[in-house]
């Protein structure tokens, strides 16, 4: 192929995987609208439902269909060791730009993620993170990729914007007061391996050293962050988050709950599956996770607050609790989301309104939340 056509093919191709929305970058909302009526919005695809129940079980997922590369300079990686890994694999886009569905097509073909845990994780973070208009959201910094933003507050920071999912406390990153919340950090992730050695079995990260390590973190912040925030949506989060390693990173035929250090240095530092990973051998839902966040808190429990102040921190007793779940749902669909939007229209508030539908139905699926509508039924 000549040079020129390479050049052409390639416009092409980016012209198609980044839609006209691209063009709206500085228009007013207004001219939003009146794009929008012209061009439609993007289309928005319902949730994934679950695997078929005969490709659902232990499969060896770090195989030939989904070499590992390691992320190439325009491509974005965030916060989330899982999702990074991932796009490593290419099980998302390897961009790092991909649609809700499509990650939650990801993580249950990838990890085996439970299809309601999924669209519950999935599309809190989208309605935070992403794009309603154009459909796209980033897992790591925000990016021109998704498109043009709807009028602000609405942010579109992609994962790695500091006080949405992203917050405090993290395991292997620093707070955003001491530096980028989403890029891995050595010293932090030492630390996790030092509480594999002292709490976990076989110098395991297990379900103790996750609760031991989650405790630390947090008292870590109090004493040193005078502008920590550990609070709804962020405490469910960080409780999930410390579990998740216990049993999506640990490989299948095993499935004994202990993360070895070699594989947790391969997810966590070096974003990729250890050679020859099987994923877990039935999809893991909250029946699995909740029970393993329960024990965490009742080890330590905390009531939600916020540092006003190196080791000040004010307890907010009146915010849901971690164990609280249709609480945080409620926090998320009542004060989050209009926090960003707080009087969408047209296609704009359609594309929320469905959005919002879809995170009810994961919620609704184990817990019994009384269904809230932000922008009316
Ligand atoms: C399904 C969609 C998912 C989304 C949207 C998502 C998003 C995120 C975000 C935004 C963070 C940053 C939170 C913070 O530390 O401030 C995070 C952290 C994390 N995620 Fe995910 N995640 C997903 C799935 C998973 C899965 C399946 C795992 C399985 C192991 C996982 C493991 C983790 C861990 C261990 C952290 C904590 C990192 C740390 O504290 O240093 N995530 N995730």
Redesign the pocket.
């Known amino acids: 192929m000549k040079f020129s056509t390479i050049i052409l093919v390639t416009l092409v191709r980016l012209a198609v995987a980044i839609p006209t929305y691209d063009s709206l970058i500085g228009l007013s909302e207004r001219e939003i609208n009146e794009f929008v009526a012209r061009n439609g919005v993007a289309p928005i695809p319902n949730p994934p439902g679950p695997l078929p129940a005969h490709q659902d079980g232990l499969k060896l997922v770090n195989d030939p269909a989904h070499p590992f590369r390691t992320q190439q300079p325009n491509e974005l990686r965030?916060?989330?060791?899982?999702?990074n890994t991932?796009a490593n694999h290419g099980y998302l886009p390897r961009s790092g730009v991909a649609r809700p569905d499509q990650?939650?097509t990801?993580?249950m073909e990838?990890?085996n993620?439970g299809n309601d845990?999924?669209k519950?994780?999935?599309y809190?973070?989208?309605l935070m993170?992403g794009n309603p208009l154009t459909n796209l959201?980033s897992?790591g910094m925000k990016t021109p990729l998704t498109g043009q933003d709807p009028p602000k507050p609405a942010l579109v920071g992609g994962?790695?914007q500091?006080g949405?999912?992203?917050?405090?406390?993290?395991?292997?990153?620093v707070d955003a007061f001491f530096g980028d919340?989403?890029a891995?950090?050595q010293t932090?992730?030492n630390d996790?391996l030092a509480f594999a050695t002292k709490y976990g079995a076989n110098g395991s990260y297990d379900v103790n050293a996750a609760s031991e390590l989650r405790y630390e973190?947090l008292q870590d912040s109090i004493a040193t962050n005078p502008q920590l925030v550990f609070t709804s949506p962020?405490i469910l989060?960080?409780y999930?988050?410390?579990v998740?390693?216990t049993?999506?990173?640990v490989d299948g035929r095993l499935n004994n709950g202990q993360l070895s250090k070699d594989a947790a240095t391969s997810?966590?530092a070096n974003q990729r599956m250890p050679q020859d990973f099987h994923r877990q051998p039935t999809p893991v839902s909250f029946d699995v996770i909740e029970p393993l966040t329960g024990r965490l808190f009742k080890d330590h429990p905390f009531v939600p607050g916020v540092n006003q102040g190196v080791n000040n921190y004010v307890e907010m007793p009146n915010t849901p609790a971690v164990s609280d779940f249709c609480g945080i749902y409620e926090d998320i669909a009542l004060r989050v989301i209009p926090g960003q939007y707080p009087k969408p229209t047209g296609a704009l508030k359609d594309a929320i309104k469905k959005n919002l539908g879809f995170l009810y139905g994961a919620v609704s699926f184990q817990h019994n939340c009384t269904q809230v509508f932000p922008y009316g039924k």
């Open positions: 965030g916060p989330c060791p899982a999702l991932l990650i939650v990801a993580v990838g990890l993620l845990f999924a519950f994780l999935v809190q973070a989208f993170n959201m897992i994962l790695s500091h949405t999912f992203e917050g405090d406390t993290s395991m292997s990153r919340p989403a891995f950090n932090r992730f996790l973190r962020r989060s960080a999930s988050e410390a998740f390693p049993v999506y990173f997810f966590f």
